[in-house]
């Protein structure tokens, strides 16, 4: 389990670096894709939810330290993300398509109710999506477009990410 949870960490970090740098190039509205998130998802779908934990906080604290969020805030939030996807672990068959875009969907809609019940507990310091501008449907739609061809470049590492596999 240390080694798939200190790949998913590693595989992590690469996606965090690349979506602060390069990727922030392509937002629309200030929204890009958060690959972060959807190898979150991919992780704690294959492995349960101890790993999916794992992997969100130490995801989440990455970003933090990269981000001008407040500390601890998306190691919280990619901490329950990670537990809630890993509950999904045996109960639904991963297809090809369908599911990984469902299962990033309701990730990415999820963090924007963590975020704005976060900003309704801390108003100032926590900062939620704004109601009256696109931003978080463009996220969603990057997520949900992202998610199949995410899921199919993470299942060629699936040694390395996915505990019990050769």
Known sequence: MIKNVLWTSFFALAAVILQSTL??????????PDIALVILIFSAYYNGSMTGQLVGFSSGILLDFLSAAPLGLNALIRTVIGAVSGLVKG???LDAVFLPMLLCMVGTLFKALLLLLLHI???EEVYAYPLTEPTLMV???FNTFLAPFLF???NQFKSLLVKGEK
């Open 23 to 32: 990727l922030m190039r392509l937002t629309i509205y200030r929204a890009g």
């Open 91 to 93: 109960f639904l068959i």
């Open 139 to 141: 996220e969603l739609a």
């Open 152 to 154: 199919a470049l993470l």
């Open 121 to 123: 507990l801390f108003s």
